[in-house]
């Protein structure tokens, strides 16, 4: 697959690597040149690249270079290395900045990219959210990814794979960090209540199929303080477990689990998923919420989940609903 404009160079991949597999010695400039195949100044400007996105590497005058610490950059050759050959990542395209990586997988989806294809950004100038909503994408701090699937299944499967990235997600984080994450419905993940994780599917269908669906996955990781306008809602995973959280350790579990349980569903069906989604979520049964959706605002009890992924609700009219679209949000 051809690279996408604006997209990191190759060569950059090949620098990092370089740098982490002589991680131990100070690698001479003209020697990372001519390995990677440019000039000394490129290799400098790079070098500078990665320092700005909080990498530290230290120039050693007329010597070389020798990074300090292992670098928390979601560079294609540390994931690769760690991912074995599952199809989720078996591409991946990485961007130091770009608008929105739901919005360049849509269009590589276009052009055919394959299943299974990884865009990932360091930073998002236009990162969208559900409903409309924009999504905080503060550089080096956050993972924001788009997956890219094939799935040999009709458009009813739809909402089942978006509980199943969000179970995915879920597994991944709670592996990775230790902390207890619950899943709002139909797949936010939050930690002492507050939103760390959100995730947007877009797709595009014929009547009987899928031809392409793309699970766009937000995660507030080393994030130090949220924004005023989103403190008392969002939080990240190193404010919750007072730690830094390797963002590379995170995505491959991520993409690791995102490939389990896409086989558990094509392999087993809906069932496999909601169920698990049930058993993990607090909002499946027993939740007073307030239901958000185009048809205005109510307050209801969830009651279930349905095996095609919509949340059962009792009004408190005493009217029963499923809901297959919206969003719902604690009531305390
Ligand atoms: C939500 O509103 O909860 C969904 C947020 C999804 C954000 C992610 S970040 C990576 C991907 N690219 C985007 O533009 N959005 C999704």
Known sequence: MRNPAGSTDRRVDKLINLLVKNATVVVPGPKIASEIG?????VWEWIERLRS???EIHGVHGEGYQLATVPDILAPSLLRAELGDIPMGRNIVHFFRTDSTNAVALKLAAEDAEHGTVVVAEEQTAGRGRLGRSWY????NGIYTSVILRPPLSPA???VLTLMAGLAAQKAVSATTGLAVDIRWPNDLLVNGKKVCGILTEMSAE???LHVVVLGIGLNVNHVHMPAALESIATSLRMEAHRGI?????LVTLLRELERHYQLLLNNGNKAITERWAA???FAHGKRVRVVSGAGQTQATTTGLDPSGALKILRDDGCQELLVAGEVV???
């Open 38 to 42: 440019v000039t000394r100044k490129k």
């Open 53 to 55: 996105l909080g990498i």
């Open 137 to 140: 994408s503060e550089k080096s």
């Open 157 to 159: 499967a739809a909402p």
């Open 207 to 209: 009547l009987d199929r």
């Open 246 to 250: 390797s963002r590379v350790q995170l």
């Open 280 to 282: 993990a979520s607090t």
């Open 330 to 332: 604690e009531v305390k």
